[in-house]
């Protein structure tokens, strides 16, 4: 539109109604969404190199579903858009409602909440939200180093959303389980002070699961703080580092102490259960994605619905 025209335009909106206003700003939001998705669309297509089904270097254009571009692979003769291969392929109605999600997530909107403002029901909230965490590895930090805080968080077992539950009795809302029908998930947290992170959810907080967590992560002459655990020990002197143990008790193992101290990790661990609280329990099966989720909002603190986009789909 020519600069004039659109100077126009500016000057008849005061004449619009309240009415008029909203379903003009209703109209720009969704256009603005739409325009999200296709920035990672194009971008995504640009980076397309090989047919996601077998690789092969060589496709044509061939025509369009809907809005958008589909290809065809000249050796398996497949076709595919490019949404394939990534998590939000086959997703109904991404143009009008992916954006809106990405903003969810960038809010930590509950389902329920998300379902609502997405108009969609919950059972497509939920699946929603976990093609969203489907890549939580791509954050692992995959190297840390200088002085590296290890310790374990227990999360209270939860089979939410299941609807058979046939190795342990249900239990009342609001009483603690009987000994062993209430485990806890053990998680090991690594942190650096460059808020570099890594977690692992393990079945038992055994030397057997932490070692291979470790293997090579920490660079080697890294101080490992730890909290005193038999565990750690050894582990440090088979990754070559420096092992700082700190018990409860140990002067200097509060903050402002000095700088070996497993705080900084018992405050983001704080942090992370006060934020998982919105979600009123979160099921087993998915912590890992959740912790995922949460080392998002923590380390790569995504500002924009787009961003989030960018961060599913091209990583
Ligand atoms: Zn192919």
Redesign the pocket.
Known sequence: MERLEFGKLLLILPELNRFQLRALVKRVNGDLEKDDVNYVAEKRCDSLS???????KA?VRWGHSGEQQRFK??????T?NEFTATPFARLKHRGKRLARYAQCMMEGLSLRQSAERCDMNLATSFHWRHRFLRQPECHRASTLGGIVEADEAFFRESFKGKRNITHRQPRKHGRPGRDGANPLIPVLLLLDRYEREADFVLSTNSLDEITPCFSGRIKTDSVLCTDGSSLYPSIAEGEGLHHRPVPIGTPGRTKGGGAFHIQTLNNYISRLRSWLQRFRGVGTEYLSNYLGWWRIVTQRKLETSRAWLEEGMLT
Do not use: E, I, M, S
């Not at 692979?73 to 497949?78: D, F, I, P, S």
């Open positions: 090989a047919c996601p089904h077998c690789d092969y496709f692979c000249k050796q398996c003769h497949r595919f």
